[in-house]
């Protein structure tokens, strides 16, 4: 079955300290996968997709197919990225999006 | 504001009742989405449109669920006989191809 999950609720980390926060899928078809964020009171939207291997405020993240994973990593965090995190799967089949449970990144000064 | 909009932003209700959410989505994009988040959760989906055809729907949609998207333009998804399982955030997404979906504010329902 398809499946998104995100091991951590809460990730906590100081300012200026890498951050990667986890995303494991499981697919039988080519994936094609996404981070979306939502800061607070705002709505959610994207911050990157593998497939244009992008780099967004300083975030990153790589598709690695042999470990099923699609980890978001920054070098330096920053108190701005404090936020919710989801990691998504876009299913062709029938563009269906699938979402990890989040991930609660909070940057302490 | 040309972003996707929804309304009403919160909606409190009793349980038994009908209740009925709007979005609007951004004016060119073809294809809508209607997901359902509860507290801990990620968005769950519920149905998507490509212009007035409703082509998935969510197992998760009971028989109480439906939504509509008459011209291909805005949609509504009505809830009737609300039962108190079904208080979330009601999220619309609209887009033009796969890559990327727009989020709406949501639609915040307690059914009590």
């Known amino acids: 079955a398809q499946r998104v999950t995100q091991p951590e609720k809460l990730l906590s980390v100081f300012k200026g300290a890498p951050v990667e926060l986890k995303c494991n899928y499981s697919?039988?078809?080519?994936?094609?996968l996404f981070w979306y964020v939502q800061y607070s009171r705002q709505r959610l939207q994207l911050l990157l997709r593998?497939?244009?291997?992008?780099s967004i405020k300083g975030f990153t993240a790589d598709l690695n197919k042999g470990e099923t994973s699609f980890h978001l990593k920054k070098p330096f965090a920053q108190e701005e990225d404090s936020a919710m995190y989801y990691c998504a799967l876009f299913m062709d089949s029938n563009y269906q999006l699938i979402w990890g449970a989040g991930t609660k990144l909070i940057i302490k000064p | 504001d040309t972003g996707v909009s929804q309304d009403p932003r919160h909606k409190i209700t009793k349980r038994g009742q009908n209740v009925t959410f709007r979005c609007d989505p951004i004016?060119?994009?073809?294809?809508l989405y209607w997901y359902r988040q509860t507290l801990g959760q990620g968005p769950e989906f519920l149905t998507y449109f490509q212009n007035e055809a409703q082509l998935e729907k969510s197992r998760l949609l009971s028989d109480r669920f439906s939504a509509e998207r008459p011209k291909g333009s805005f949609s509504t998804l009505e809830i009737q006989r609300t039962e108190q399982g079904d208080s979330a955030m009601y999220l619309c997404?609209?887009?033009?191809?796969?890559?990327?979906?727009?989020f709406g504010p949501g639609t915040r329902l307690l059914v009590l």
């Open positions: 593998h497939i244009s291997r992008e």
């Open positions: 997404a609209s887009g033009t191809g796969k890559e990327t979906q727009y």
């Open positions: 697919y039988s078809g080519s994936p094609e």
């Open positions: 004016s060119e994009h073809n294809r």
